[in-house]
């Protein structure tokens, strides 16, 4: 956090997972120049869009902003949207987390709730008290989906850190996971190679359930087949 100075923030726990687990994390700059963004992505095998804190500037999926939570900035938005376009037409693999989720949504023409306990009465909150390495509610996994393949569950705990989540799932992609409330915890796109993402975050589970660890180890495998 950087106060007015614009400054890059990142958990390094993203990192060190892709790390760990095997692959070799290189973190993009917000570039500008449509070449310099294609350029970049020449020199990776796949994607991890991680989470921001920050919400998508709700323009982005027409509508205004209803309510004050603090917004990333357009450039960021614009990058990570452009990701989500190229790494579709290129079939490079994408792991959306949390924002990187609706991210992929709103990108493939998707919208948000802008926030949950005001828009979903009834919703559990989704903003635990606790810290992410606690799980705190279930989610059912769609059969037959990518992240079924992937985790081998049909269902699974998952930590709870959003305020927003899926509201229309974007026409090419498919809702996989549904939280016990009817949120929408993971979507993905059947065509593609590997393109899925998760409303929880693996990033602070991974080191101590299999099941989470899963995720990125599937993301490096379908990223050393792009490599092949
Ligand atoms: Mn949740």
Do not use: E, I, M, N
């Given at each position: 956090m950087g106060g007015h100075e614009p400054t890059y923030f990142l958990r390094a726990r993203y990192i060190r997972a892709v790390e760990e687990l095997g692959g070799i994390p290189l973190i993009l700059p917000l570039v500008a120049e449509p070449s310099a963004r294609r350029r970049?992505?020449?020199?990776?095998?796949?994607?991890?869009i991680t989470g921001s804190g920050p919400?998508?500037?709700?323009h982005l999926y027409g509508e205004e902003q209803h309510y004050e939570f603090p917004l990333v900035s357009e450039r960021r938005a614009d990058f990570e949207l452009e990701l989500v376009h190229q790494a579709r037409k290129r079939d490079l693999p994408v792991l959306g987390i949390c924002g990187g989720m609706q991210t992929v949504n709103v990108a493939c023409g998707g919208s948000l709730y802008q926030d949950i306990s005001a828009q979903v009465p009834g919703?559990?909150?989704?903003?635990?008290?606790t810290t992410a390495v606690h799980v705190v509610h279930s989610v059912t996994v769609a059969p037959q989906s990518l992240l079924n393949k992937v985790i081998a569950k049909s269902k699974l705990m998952v930590n709870s850190s959003h305020h927003q989540s899926v509201k229309t799932v974007a026409p090419s992609l498919k809702a996989s996971a549904m939280a016990p409330d009817g949120i929408i915890e993971a979507i993905e796109s059947p065509p593609h190679r590997f393109l899925l993402a998760i409303q929880w975050h693996p990033e602070f589970l991974f080191e101590r359930h299999a099941v989470h660890r899963r995720l990125f180890e599937a993301l490096l495998r379908a990223a050393?087949?792009?490599r092949a």
């Open positions: 970049l992505l020449d020199l990776v095998d796949g994607l991890l919400d998508l500037p709700p919703a559990l909150d989704h903003r635990q008290k050393r087949r792009t």
